[in-house]
């Protein structure tokens, strides 16, 4: 029987091929579109869930309030606040911590495998019997006052090292006061006096520096996590024991693909890195070899380096909060139970200090698998996802689906005429209305099966395409899970239900006699339903392309609006990284004056902050006369002489910094949200009044400017302070002609590489790194547009089709029209009229649900589009005018047709 069922359905896909094709198309792409999303949103979801002890791991974040002003919800915390709740809370199993190198970070290594170069050297301090502690800090290890423990002995306190050839600053600790060698000369070393030890070159070392060289790069991702890090996540080692591995405050971890990349085949461990960054130069040992970082990880690192190596003063600073604090809570512990305790636990610690400040802080615990797409924080390690692109996605994948099922429902009730004899015969003969819509829904079940293996295919081809377009490199691992055979079985048996059941049961409806008596006519139901359907399929369309419009209008407004700055044509140049800052000072006015003689250059400025990258925040800043609890929360930038004439900024009142100024590194800046923060009663008010920096340091406003967009225009003014700083900006922007920039970059890189020929040369164009900000929404529209294109070709196939089969049925009334004068014209308006009103009844039900959508995507931005008429009424006419054209194909063709044919038609 289910033979004869296969055959008999396989026979009707056959002799309707041009239905048959255009429904398993339309499903065959809604399909597609639903597993590609599907894809994506699987692996957005699946961020952190490799780590074994997931459910168990809580990151600890804080809000902020200070004097009223608006909540700031923070990543970071302070660098005690894990270990005082490990020490505090009998919930906690252990804590860790992540605080990522602030900073450029030049890392250099000798290119081959290189013997040990390090000599013994020993280093002896006389007197200070009565001392308790004696420790000895060392450029070589980047001046920590925490590591090398001398030992006393009867010729005093005495340290042994291992020291590379090479030229070293050293001091002593003694009793936690720094004090240099007495026995050894003293020199001025980045203006501190510390003492020099210069080991010698042997034969053997200068043989090695003859046969290897330094490789230098800058690097990123370096972090510096507790001892714990390894247990607590389940990052897996393929070099180096995990319990070991970050015991030693000199060690440092290497992933996999850094090893390859600096090492090639050989061993890394025991290698020795040296990581420069301003006065310091760390050398570290490699102690493993870490596989590398999922990118389904919120956390992505290359380096990672003991936290002890910090010195144990971070966790008592009190200015301090930059670690990432990660809990792992012992089993059968809740969070909602630690979340209770911490109001009294902050003010255990922090009470006095917040009521100085005249702020409220409170802790929250987010659970790891959350935190990509989570509530959005400021200072997150890295880009978060976002859980409203996931859900838009998922709709509009749903929509296109729903759309081809919509097409299969319509085009098979539509064709009820055609089936009716084939019932009819069929149940004169025997049949039963169980055995009809078995039948029915096996057809279904075919057409589905081969729009699925279409799907399939279509995915394979499309996805690299896809994901290359809308910026993101995906690995394709949906097939490996068993929920996508889940999810995929479910949508088939769903979509074989949703459009399958009601035509088998409308067909298997109808009776015999009624049949040979000729009346079987069409039922009112299902042309109603048919035009509901036509009707939502119409809905949908106006809502995809309603959103595309506002995201792209979004998204121009957002490329075209004065930021309040010029940021066009701006080379920006990143400094390099020097151990020396007095020569420093040299090389810097060499490379100045060497790129502003080029004809190219318009102007050239050094900031220590850029449009486009995160400026250092502060709320020690107020008017001189105020308390402390009147302090604002201000961005802080330092500048040099020309940065407001370079960037085109309007001065609102008073001066720029001038060289003909004296006191000007006394002397600061103000923005429009910076005047409002601080009360003053506008921008000549502000210009001559004097405003305080913590407790040490004190300014003289001498200009305003106005206000410009620093960051992103999701994000509104900022209260903004800029201070003096000629020569130790982190940029350099280089204003230059359009005329041949390639030129241009060149001439600059040669003068960089004159300079400072060991820092890497590292640039990028000011306008491009700024819009880098919207890549997140820019990967929206792109993917908003594709699948409204794909929802309106899918709703076109089935409007096609089904005026294709109107058209047919209504052949002999088209031939009486025409042989009564009825024009080809005339002819096209009656078939057209009724799909027509149809686009109209949806344009009026889609503007109002349109417009909420709208409205809640653009509040996520301070600075907005307004919601105007065009919004919809372009999509509108654009949704009529597919609407009339994929009709008038068909309908224009039949109402140019010979009448006699007509006529004759069966």
Known sequence: MFRNYLLIAWRNLLKSKTFSLINILGLAIGLAACLIVLQYVTFQLSYDDFHRKADRIYRVGATWKVNGQPEERIAQNHPATGPAMLRDFPEVENFTRMRSWAGDVVVTHTAGLTPDLNQPVSISLKGFEDSTRVRLAVSANGWSRFENEMKQTAAGWQAELKLPPGRYSYKFVVNDTSIPDPANPVVDTADQEYSVLVVPETPRSRLAAEKFRQVSFKEEKIYFVDSSFLSVFSFPMLKGDPLTALADPGSVLISESVAKRRFGNEDPLGRTLHFRSGNRDQPKTITGIFKDVPLNSHQQFHFLMPYSALGSEVNTDRGRSDAYTYLLLKPGATPEALEAKLPDFIRKYRGEALKKDNAAQSFFLQPLRSIHLGAEAKQEMNESGNMRMIWFLIVIALFILVIAWVNYINLSTARTLERAREVGVRKVVGASRGQLIRQFMLETLLLNGFAFLLSLTLVQLVQPVFFRFIGEELPFTLWQGYRFWVVFGGLLAVGTLLSGLYPAFVLSAYQPVAVVKGKWGRSPGGAWLRKGLVTAQFVISLLLIVGTFTVQQQLAFMRNRDLGLNVSQTLVVKNPIVVNFK??????????????????????????????????????????????????????????????????????????????????????????????????????GAVGQKIRYGNDYKYDVV???????????????????????????RHYSIKISGEDIPQTLAQVEKIYGQVWPDGPFQYFFLDEFFNQQYKTDYQFGRVFGLFASLAILVACLGLF?????????????????????????????????????????????AVPLAYLGASKWLSGYTFRIDITAGLFAIPAVMVLLIALLTVSLQTWKAARANPVRSLRHD
Do not use: C
Not at 623 to 649: C, K
């Open 801 to 845: 089709g089904l005026t294709l089969f109107t058209t047919v049925q209504r052949t002999q009334e088209i031939g009486i029209r025409k042989v009564m004068g009825a024009s080809a014209e005339s002819i096209l308006v009656l078939l057209s009229k009724d799909f027509l009103r149809l686009v109209l009844l949806a344009t009026a039900l």
């Open 703 to 729: 200009g305003v400017i106005n206000n410009y967009h620093q960051q992103s225009l999701k994000e509104d003014y900022v209260p903004m302070i800029f201070l003096l700083n000629p020569r130790a900006g």
């Open 583 to 684: 020569q420093f000072d040299k090389n810097f006015d060499a490379f100045r004056n060497g790129v502003i003689q080029l004809p190219q250059v318009k102007s050239f400025t050094t900031t220590d902050a850029v449009p486009g990258t995160g400026t250092y925040s502060d709320r020690g800043i107020r008017r001189v006369g105020t308390d402390v609890e009147n302090q604002a929360r201000f961005s802080l930038i330092w500048a040099d002489y020309d940065f407001i004439n370079a960037f085109g900024i309007k001065l609102l009142a008073g001066r720029a910094f001038s060289r003909e100024f004296g006191t000007d590194e006394q002397a600061a800046i103000l923005n429009e949200a910076a005047i409002k923060a601080l009360g003053f009663s506008g921008p000549q």
